[in-house]
């Protein structure tokens, strides 16, 4: 029997994540190459995008992890493990970890890509007053700011609503002032 019908049967045609029944295949666990019934998962194309690229990660899809990660099978649980340690800042992935249990063996192995360590190199964006910001967080200017290109002034206690973060500068930040997207430097921002 193949791999892909084993996994079908084992998952009842649903992606063993997040239970949507379309869009399925057969996905390894990094870092094997082989693919086996151990290491391997079905999972739509939505998870495995997601996985498979942490820019794209969408928190809220993940909340499906609540009755996932209690699957009977290992490569379920270690993927569970990974996406939740990766959301972690999120609030509620680091509640679902603390409860969750992994034998040793399977919990090294859902370590073997350093996706539960901290990355020294991760940027943190702070506001003026040390407050760290996060994708989709509200900001209030605290001092007029001209904005480069244009003859608008942002001014002091204007809103600006789901920021996006600069993943190579800690100091930037971008958000809508007014019509036009720019990039706002954290030190003349205050979190709401």
């Given at each position: 029997?193949?791999?892909?019908?084993?996994?079908?049967?084992?998952?009842?045609?649903?992606?063993?994540?997040?239970?949507?029944?379309?869009?399925?295949?057969?996905?390894?666990?990094?870092?094997?190459?082989?693919?086996s019934?151990?290491?391997?998962?079905?999972?739509c194309?939505?998870?495995?995008?997601?996985i498979?690229?942490?820019?794209?990660?969408?928190?809220?899809?993940?909340?499906?992890?609540?009755?996932?990660?209690?699957?009977?099978?290992?490569?379920?649980?270690?993927?569970?493990?990974?996406?939740?340690?990766?959301?972690?800042?999120?609030?509620?992935?680091?509640?679902?970890?603390?409860?969750?249990?992994?034998?040793?063996?399977?919990?090294?192995?859902?370590?073997s890509?350093?996706?539960?360590?901290?990355?020294?190199?991760?940027?943190i964006?702070?506001?003026?007053?040390g407050?760290?910001?996060?994708?989709?967080?509200?900001?209030?200017?605290?001092?007029?700011?001209?904005?480069?290109?244009s003859?608008?002034?942002?001014?002091?206690?204007?809103?600006?609503r789901?920021?996006?973060?600069?993943h190579?500068?800690?100091?930037?930040?971008?958000?809508?002032?007014?019509?036009?997207?720019?990039?706002?430097?954290?030190?003349?921002?205050?979190?709401?």
């Amino acid at each position: 029997m193949s791999l892909e019908r084993e996994l079908n049967k084992r998952a009842d045609s649903k992606c063993e994540l997040c239970g949507n029944d379309e869009h399925l295949k057969v996905y390894t666990l990094a870092p094997i190459k082989d693919e086996s019934l151990n290491k391997s998962i079905l999972a739509c194309k939505i998870c495995v995008s997601q996985i498979e690229d942490p820019e794209t990660t969408d928190p809220n899809h993940w909340r499906c992890l609540n009755d996932s990660m209690w699957s009977e099978h290992q490569a379920v649980q270690v993927t569970a493990w990974r996406m939740l340690s990766r959301l972690r800042e999120e609030g509620w992935p680091k509640d679902l970890l603390d409860m969750m249990y992994l034998e040793d063996e399977v919990l090294e192995f859902a370590k073997s890509t350093g996706e539960g360590e901290a990355d020294p190199e991760k940027l943190i964006h702070r506001d003026v007053n040390g407050v760290v910001l996060q994708v989709g967080d509200s900001v209030v200017l605290i001092k007029d700011l001209k904005v480069k290109g244009s003859s608008l002034v942002a001014k002091q206690g204007t809103a600006v609503r789901n920021i996006r973060l600069d993943h190579e500068n800690e100091k930037y930040i971008e958000g809508k002032v007014g019509p036009t997207l720019t990039v706002i430097i954290t030190d003349y921002v205050k979190k709401i």
